[in-house]
């Protein structure tokens, strides 16, 4: 109970103490508002970026062309090569047959070309389309699959794949950096807020001190009014998260310039960045306090 009674008359003290040095307190709040609006950004845009990367790694396809003369017993053998790599998550048949039949239907030319041809005189190649599970793994799982017997040719976007994703991840740890920046500048700007709240109180904290005030007693008041500091903060960072990602979202029906650079579904995805805002904000209030307070109180 005694403990109770004590963080109870902290976070009175600490809501006290945030309206008693309201100027500084507002101008903390203020710049810690738009730090983490700037976090929220970095963080909404690294999910997208994340989840860009793996919508249009789905559609990157392995194309293996097999041998024109290859028998039946090889092609099966060449399919369960396929299909036990590990690195293979699903893989589709093309005949050269059904290959030519879609060209007819895309073009009257291929139509009159092609609908002469007999099966001798197909000049096209059976092909496997494959499905990769990790991207990063294409040009790896392409050398292996392109040595295998009869095949002749593998194609999957050379340069174009290594390309995207060194373009991807540099803007992943980009923004992975900013977030890291923003909540050392968060933590910076409380913490000069509790040194400037601790020079005006300082006849207090020697009072408590002679009266035999512990250090955990003297420091727990400014680690709550940190915590209200960064929990204040986050206010309008999770309001505008919430409502600005629904409406750019409902604005550009969940996709950005083609249908496949979609948006992460804002539920739960919102809830989620604004419960790590407030986290963040929260956090890094008390850890900014109480190093503020440990650090020039020389407690």
């Given at each position: ?41 970095a963080i909404v845009s690294s999910y997208n970026v994340d989840n860009f990367t793996k919508l249009i790694s789905r559609d990157f396809t392995i194309v293996v062309f097999v ?123 409380i913490s000069n807020t509790i040194k400037l709240t601790i020079f005006s109180r300082r006849r207090e904290i020697e009072i408590m001190r002679l009266v035999g005030a512990s ?85």
């Amino acid at each position: 109970m005694k403990f109770i009674r004590m963080i109870g008359r902290d976070i009175r003290d600490a809501i006290k103490s945030v309206f008693r040095n309201f100027s500084l307190s507002m101008a903390s709040i203020s710049c810690i508002t738009i730090t983490l609006l700037l976090v929220s950004l970095a963080i909404v845009s690294s999910y997208n970026v994340d989840n860009f990367t793996k919508l249009i790694s789905r559609d990157f396809t392995i194309v293996v062309f097999v041998n024109q003369d290859i028998t039946e017993e090889e092609l099966t053998e060449v399919e369960y090569n396929i299909k036990e790599n590990s690195n293979v998550s699903e893989y589709k048949f093309q005949s050269k047959e059904d290959i030519a039949a879609s060209m007819m239907e895309t073009s009257d030319t291929f139509k009159n070309i092609m609908g002469q041809w007999d099966e001798t005189e197909n000049p096209l190649k059976d092909t496997f389309l494959i499905k990769v599970k990790n991207i990063e793994e294409i040009t790896e799982t392409a050398i292996v699959i392109e040595k295998l017997d009869n095949v002749s040719l593998v194609r999957y976007g050379e340069g174009i794949v290594e390309n995207f994703l060194s373009v991807f991840k540099i803007i992943e740890k980009v923004l992975v950096a900013i977030v890291i920046l923003f909540i050392f500048v968060t933590a910076f700007l409380i913490s000069n807020t509790i040194k400037l709240t601790i020079f005006s109180r300082r006849r207090e904290i020697e009072i408590m001190r002679l009266v035999g005030a512990s250090n955990f007693n003297i420091e727990l008041p400014f680690i709550v009014e940190g915590l209200f500091i960064g929990m204040f903060g986050a206010i309008i960072p999770i309001i505008l998260t919430i409502y600005g990602y629904i409406a750019l979202f409902t604005q550009f029906d969940g996709q950005l310039f083609s249908p496949f650079v979609r948006l992460v579904q804002p539920n739960p995805f919102v809830y989620i960045v604004s419960l790590i805002i407030l986290s963040i904000g929260i956090i890094v209030g008390m850890f900014g306090s109480l190093s503020a307070v440990r650090k020039h109180l020389k407690i």
